[in-house]
């Protein structure tokens, strides 16, 4: 069982940035497909980011294109923790945002092939 804990959420103005981290724990990461999530009240949940592992220490970053070129996702395999960096943030950003996990199969931007969920942490820009 993999259990995720998102951090750093907050309050910022547009223009500002933000670094999300999600602890793992509970097993490895090291293999799984870790992404990020979020959720703006009223809306559906959304991809924002993934990153895939492609074998050795290689892995691949995808991205929503409203986020690309803003946010970076990162991963630290031996803390066993994921980050999201976020920069230049819009109102448009301001949403609870959630990592997860997949145990197995390629990069995704599909909520139902994410086997594990955090909590999620609270994003607010201001305008």
Known sequence: QLHLAEFGGGLVQAGGSLR????????TIKTHTMGWFRQARGKE???VSTTVWIGDNTYNAYYA??????????????????????????????AVYYCAARSAGPWSDEMRDYDYWGQGTQVTVSS
């Open 20 to 27: 999300l981290s999600c602890a793992a724990s509970g097993r």
């Open 45 to 47: 949940r959304e991809f």
């Open 65 to 94: 294109d409203a986020v690309k070129g803003r946010f970076t996702i990162s991963r630290d395999d031996a803390k066993n923790t994921l980050s999201l960096q976020m920069n230049i943030l819009t109102p448009e950003d301001t």
